[in-house]
Each structure stands twice: as C-alpha cells, then as structure tokens.
Antibody, heavy 116, light 111 residues
Framework: QVQLVESGGGVVQPGKSLNLSCGAS????????MHWVRQAPGRGPEWVAV????????FYAESVMGRFTISRDNSKRILYLQMNNLRGEDTGVYYC?????????WGPGTTVIVSS | QSALTQPPSASGSLGQSVTISCTGT?????????VSWYQQHPGKVPKLIIS???KRPSGVPDRFSGSKSGNTASLTVSGLQAEDEADYYC???????????FGGGTKLTVL
C-alpha cells in the first residue's frame, strides 16, 4: 500500500543542522510532487517546502528560505530535507506528504526539537 | 502568503449539522478549485477528508461535504457523531510556483 516514512529527527542545538529523510513505497514516486509539512506543538500545520516530481523546481516557506533545502532521489524513492542554522521556532513534527494540488498521503512524522 | 481564515471553534449536538468556513483571497481559494480539508485527532496525523473543493477520498463518510463561493470555502459535517470531534484545517493550492496555504484550524466540539 502507499506508504511514507520519515526519519532523522532528534534534539539539536540552535544553529546546528539536521537532515530528514522520507522513504516512499507503494506508488510511482517519480511522478508525484512531494512536500515537507511541519506542525509546531499546539499549532496548525505549515507547508515548508515542495519539489516537483523531477526535482526541477523547488519552493520554500519564507520562514525557512535560505536555511532549508528540499531534494529527492527518485532512483532510491527518497525525499530529503536538509535543515541548517536551526532555530527554536523550527521545533515540531515534520511530515513528508505526497502531491501538489492535492496532498493526499502523509507519513507518520518525525519530531525535531531545537533546544540548548 | 497569508493564512486562510477559519473560526477557531465550532460545535454542534449529536446528529446535527455544522459548517466551518475558510476564507482566502483570489490568489488561493478564489483562484483555484483545489481546496482541501484535513481532519486531525489529538496526536494523530492530519487526514484528507475533502479535496478539490468537494471530492471525498475513498472511505470518507458522505456526512462530510465541501463547497466554495468566491474566496470562501466551507466544510459541512452532517449527522454529527462523537468521533467527528477533532481539529479541522482547510488548505488551498496557490499556484505552481507557490506553496499552498493552510487555515489556522477549527476545533469542532460535539455536544
């Protein structure tokens, strides 16, 4: 069945880096745009970044522009999120999600805590 | 992109209907027929319950329906059940070169 599984979360100090991964299975990964979405504790979800199906175009939330990089390896069916210069406000659950106009499948999420 | 506007809370009694609004702009809700609604229970992953304004994914009860007029989309839950108590988020596509935008969420209480 269609499945997304994130990994790479953890506790990190402000200013440090973290690289998240999302493994996809059960669908034609190379035909779908993919998102990273995050949700801070007690808050609603926020779109973080999107990459087109072939990785040719990438767009970011203003809050992460210049610090986060979304990428994908279609041969390995993996989506990545490189997060640099992390801040306290980046704390939350990070989900990868399938689709662009319609985002229909989400992974279970991986938790990122930025704290000294 | 500014967040879409949702009421922070809504409520209804068992068996009744409730409608949640989601207001955006002509650059998002009004410009595309790609409004989605997500249901999120505490500690769970958001679940898509309405896509493309009024389409229900397989397995979503027909008690859930969506509509749109101008820059405002709406989610109606008919025949409220206890398990419908959750947070509901609208989201709109905002163009191929933009990220989408979420609403702030509505906490639905079933009385």
């Amino acid at each position: 069945q269609v499945q997304l599984v994130e990994s790479g979360g953890g506790v990190v100090q402000p200013g440090k880096s973290l690289n998240l991964s999302c493994g996809a299975s059960g669908f034609a990964f190379n035909t779908y745009a993919m998102h990273w979405v995050r949700q801070a504790p007690g808050r609603g979800p926020e779109w973080v970044a999107v990459t087109w199906f072939d990785g040719s175009h990438k767009f970011y939330a203003e809050s992460v522009m210049g610090r986060f990089t979304i990428s994908r390896d279609n041969s390995k069916r993996i989506l990545y999120l490189q997060m640099n210069n992390l801040r306290g406000e980046d704390t939350g659950v990070y989900y990868c999600a399938r689709g662009h106009q319609v985002v229909d499948v989400w992974g279970p999420g991986t938790t990122v805590i930025v704290s000294s | 992109q500014s967040a879409l506007t949702q009421p922070p809370s809504a409520s209804g009694s068992l068996g009744q209907s409730v409608t949640i609004s989601c207001t955006g702009t002509s650059s998002d809700v009004g410009g595309y027929n790609y409004v989605s609604w997500y249901q999120q229970h505490p500690g769970k992953v958001p679940k898509l319950i309405i896509s493309e304004v009024n389409k229900r994914p397989s397995g979503v009860p027909d008690r859930f329906s969506g509509s749109k007029s101008g820059n405002t989309a709406s989610l109606t839950v008919s025949g409220l059940q206890a398990e419908d108590e959750a947070d509901y988020y609208c989201s709109s596509y905002a163009g191929s070169r933009n990220l989408g935008v979420f609403g702030g969420g509505t906490k639905l209480t079933v009385l």
